[in-house]
């Protein structure tokens, strides 16, 4: 009697799972789709970190050529005999039968050759090296106990020394004013756990004083820190880039300070006498901060007149117009009297139009120096009176 398809699909799970042989399945672009216990347990993945894996990671890279050839071309089989990179970084060899059938490849393997778990020290030294390559970052780790460093070949490289240069050195490549930093930093991580990241500057062996990005991180072993491993980056231009940045706005906004004051030349132009020539449009905005400066420097100055020079405007409309008799109305708030100056004909017909007549309590005069001479009869006035009378 014939299997059903439900019977032949338990089958095919339970051969699955249960075979001594590593199984696997994926797709043509190499990605795995599925893999049973013993492929797993063989190379010490979990089963979620392998879905969706390139299958072509697991290889030993100087081993992987032929799987690429095989996924790239349109061949059935391939007997592909590598070295396979377990998770604990050894290297298991491994003999895999792959097969392409209906757009997916499968994939049994069996162990040649088991190769027992890398000595510690080295595959710290892999996983660091790893780190280098990938990342473009040089690694380092110091074993607290003996006081041993070890550096990858980047960050021999940064420092511009030959490789195999005996690393055991101490902060003294950093620049003197980060020297405590640094110092402090690994200090605190060894004792304490505490991880630092910091950019900080060095001077290499040839003397370039160059921005390195330092990480450490402490590694403990029953409750004490025994070793520090770190990352170590040349972010000299990247600093650099950033540095130059920061000093462009702030020239910018400098600029703008000097703009922006330039819009509101508040001049104290005698005793007790303030002036502001005022240019161009007088917007909403730039009325209300035209009207909040001049206010503070009247009560800075203790000024008595304020002196409202129109001369460099060209042309006003009803809403200008408001703004500015806000202005000399706020002046006199303050106590202060205002003046105005400088109004052309052309501005005089749209104050009446607009205002209905002049500035109400205001005395308008033809320029700026008649205006400051007013101002200094008035000034001065009482004071010469105040002369005589004490002789």
Same mark, same amino acid.
């Given at each position: 009697?014939?299997?059903?398809?439900?019977?032949? +699909?338990?089958?095919?799970?339970?051969?699955? @799972?249960?075979? #001594?042989?590593?199984?696997?399945?994926?797709?043509?672009?190499?990605?795995?789709?599925?893999?049973? *216990?013993?492929? &797993?347990?063989?190379?010490?993945?979990?089963?979620?970190?392998?879905?969706?894996?390139?299958?072509?990671?697991?290889?030993?890279?100087?081993?992987?050529?032929?799987? =690429?050839?095989?996924?790239?071309? $349109?061949?059935?089989?391939?007997?592909?005999?590598? !070295?396979?990179?377990?998770?604990?970084?050894? =290297?298991?060899?491994?003999?895999?039968?792959? %097969?392409?059938?209906?757009?997916?490849?499968? +994939?049994?393997?069996?162990?040649?050759?088991?190769? +027992?778990?890398?000595?510690?020290?080295?595959?710290?030294?892999?996983?660091?090296?790893?780190?280098?390559?990938?990342?473009?970052?040089?690694?380092?780790?110091?074993?607290?106990?003996?006081?041993? @460093?070890?550096?990858?070949?980047?960050?021999? &490289?940064?420092?511009?020394?030959?490789?195999?240069?005996?690393?055991?050195?101490?902060?003294?490549?950093?620049?003197?004013?980060?020297?405590?930093?640094?110092?402090?930093?690994?200090?605190?991580?060894?004792? *304490?756990?505490?991880?630092?990241?910091?950019?900080?500057?060095?001077?290499?062996?040839?003397?370039?004083?160059?921005?390195?990005?330092? $990480?450490?991180?402490?590694?403990?072993?029953?409750?004490?820190?025994?070793?520090?491993?770190?990352?170590?980056?040349?972010?000299?231009?990247?600093?650099? !880039?950033?540095?130059?940045?920061?000093?462009?706005?702030?020239? /910018?906004?400098?600029?703008?300070?000097? /703009?922006?004051?330039? $819009?509101?030349?508040?001049? @104290?132009?005698?005793?007790?006498?303030?002036?502001?020539?005022?240019?161009?449009?007088?917007?909403?905005?730039?009325?209300?901060?035209?009207?909040?400066?001049?206010?503070?420097?009247?009560?800075?100055?203790?000024? #008595?007149?304020?002196?409202?020079?129109?001369?460099?405007?060209?042309?006003?409309?009803?809403?200008?117009?408001?703004?500015?008799?806000?202005?000399?109305?706020? /002046?006199?708030?303050?106590?202060?009297?205002?003046?105005?100056?400088? /109004?052309?004909? +052309?501005?005089? @017909?749209?104050?009446?139009?607009?205002?209905?007549?002049?500035?109400?309590?205001?005395?308008?005069?033809?320029?700026?120096?008649?205006?400051?001479?007013?101002?200094?009869? %008035?000034?001065?006035?009482? %004071?010469?009176?105040?002369?005589?009378?004490?002789?």
């Amino acid at each position: 009697m014939p299997l059903s398809n439900d019977e032949h +699909g338990c089958q095919y799970e339970f051969f699955f @799972q249960t075979s #001594r042989d590593l199984l696997c399945v994926f797709r043509e672009d190499g990605r795995l789709l599925r893999t049973n *216990e013993a492929f &797993r347990t063989t190379l010490g993945y979990s089963e979620a970190s392998l879905v969706d894996e390139d299958f072509g990671r697991l290889v030993v890279p100087e081993d992987v050529a032929p799987l =690429h050839a095989f996924l790239r071309s $349109s061949a059935d089989e391939l007997k592909l005999n590598a !070295r396979f990179l377990n998770r604990d970084l050894s =290297h298991r060899a491994l003999l895999f039968l792959l %097969r392409r059938l209906g757009g997916k490849v499968y +994939g049994t393997g069996i162990e040649v050759e088991a190769q +027992g778990p890398v000595d510690e020290w080295q595959r710290r030294r892999d996983l660091l090296q790893k780190m280098q390559v990938t990342g473009r970052v040089g690694g380092w780790d110091v074993d607290l106990a003996t006081s041993t @460093q070890y550096w990858t070949e980047e960050t021999y &490289r940064i420092h511009e020394l030959p490789v195999g240069f005996d690393p055991n050195v101490d902060v003294s490549f950093y620049t003197p004013e980060h020297q405590p930093i640094i110092g402090a930093a690994f200090e605190a991580c060894a004792r *304490e756990g505490k991880p630092y990241d910091l950019q900080l500057q060095i001077i290499t062996a040839k003397g370039n004083r160059i921005w390195v990005r330092t $990480s450490g991180t402490a590694i403990l072993e029953n409750g004490k820190v025994t070793r520090v491993i770190g990352a170590f980056q040349d972010i000299d231009d990247y600093k650099r !880039r950033e540095i130059e940045l920061e000093e462009k706005l702030e020239i /910018i906004e400098k600029q703008r300070s000097e /703009i922006h004051a330039l $819009s509101v030349p508040i001049i @104290q132009v005698w005793d007790d006498v303030l002036a502001l020539p005022v240019m161009g449009e007088v917007e909403q905005a730039r009325a209300d901060d035209m009207t909040a400066r001049l206010l503070d420097a009247v009560v800075a100055n203790g000024a #008595r007149f304020v002196i409202l020079d129109l001369t460099g405007v060209e042309s006003v409309d009803e809403g200008t117009a408001e703004r500015l008799t806000r202005i000399l109305r706020a /002046i006199r708030l303050l106590g202060a009297e205002g003046f105005v100056t400088g /109004i052309r004909p +052309g501005l005089a @017909q749209t104050f009446i139009q607009c205002l209905g007549g002049g500035f109400d309590g205001v005395t308008t005069l033809r320029n700026l120096r008649e205006a400051i001479q007013v101002c200094m009869r %008035r000034v001065d006035g009482p %004071r010469a009176r105040a002369r005589s009378s004490a002789r």
